[in-house]
């Protein structure tokens, strides 16, 4: 799922392309995708676009009169910019294309077979905010407001970042890079880290966030970005199980579940420990090995 550092990229490249323009029409190629009834997509035709906004995960339009699109992308939405004309709209992937005159085509695309994109049409600011979820923008406060969000509930670290009424933003891939920076095991219960910890993990938020959103910024005129992606080669943790660990040369570990993953590295984040993955844990209960070595062991002994 697209988190902040790539939302960002995209409602810079979007609004370079599309602020000031007119919307000409909007055409639906999936009717699950819209999510509201009124106002309808055909009263947004001919409106200007007058910015283009982040909130949370999700991606909005503003147009003339306080018109707007709210876009979320979930798993598996992406844009693409069609420059100078009308693009078709066609196809099990092709979800929405909004036209911009002369300008080009904004197409969304949803490469899943589970259809979970979603757009809204709303009218007035306050229709707006009820789509914010209320989560801290990490990169506009200190560190006093963000430990009072960290330890707002009693959670595990990573669940806690990635929770949007906590922080706004943050999804799996970029908390598995914070919590290595920090150093951090994923399951640390937010009340009882070290005010030391909770140093160290603001500071690899900022840090983390920042590189990347530097790291994706197409900048003024530069592409439009077409390669937005949860796994990234660059990335230290994040969809590299089995992979040595950048920073020791560990191989990285994986929890699974439901949807999501957390990857980590033994030797920088748990002091050596093997963390237990709930299904296979309660499955092997005692015979679940305890560290890397343990693991290797009964590999090699396997049939």
Request: charge should be positive; proline fraction near 6%; aromatic fraction near 6%.
């Amino acid at each position: 799922m697209p988190e902040l550092p790539d939302i960002l990229a995209y409602t810079r490249a979007i609004a370079e392309r599309v602020t000031g323009t007119q919307l000409d029409r909007i055409r639906i190629g999936n009717p699950f995708l819209l999510r509201t009834a009124v106002p309808a997509p055909s009263d947004c035709a001919g409106r200007h676009v007058e910015g283009v906004r982040r909130i949370g995960k999700r991606i909005a339009l503003e147009l003339e009169n306080q018109y707007f699109l709210i876009f979320h992308l979930m798993i598996s939405g992406r844009f693409h910019w069609k420059p100078g004309g009308v693009a078709k709209l066609g196809g099990k992937m092709n979800l929405a294309a909004l036209d911009f005159g002369g300008a080009g085509t904004l197409l969304l695309t949803e490469a899943s077979t589970k259809k979970r994109a979603s757009l809204h049409v709303v009218r007035g600011e306050e229709a707006l905010g009820e789509f914010n979820r209320g989560g801290l923008e990490v990169l506009e406060v200190g560190a006093a407001a963000f430990e009072l969000a960290l330890r707002r509930e009693d959670h595990t670290v990573k669940r806690s970042l990635t929770d949007p009424r906590l922080f706004s933003g943050i999804g799996n891939a970029y908390s598995d890079e914070i919590l290595h920076r920090a150093r951090l095991s994923p399951f640390k219960r937010t009340k009882l880290m070290s005010a030391e910890e909770v140093q160290s993990l603001y500071e690899a938020t900022q840090e983390i966030l920042m590189e990347w959103i530097d790291r994706l910024d197409p900048g003024v005129g530069g592409p439009f970005p077409e390669k937005v992606t949860a796994f990234r080669p660059e990335m230290r943790v994040h969809g590299r199980f089995g992979q040595p660990c950048p920073v020791c040369g560990t191989p990285v570990q994986r929890i699974q579940y439901a949807d999501n993953e957390a990857n980590y590295c033994v030797n920088c984040q748990t002091g050596g420990r093997l963390l237990a993955d709930r299904g296979l844990s309660r499955l092997l209960k005692s015979d679940w090995p305890r560290t890397l070595e343990e693991l290797e062991e009964r590999r090699q002994a396997a049939p």
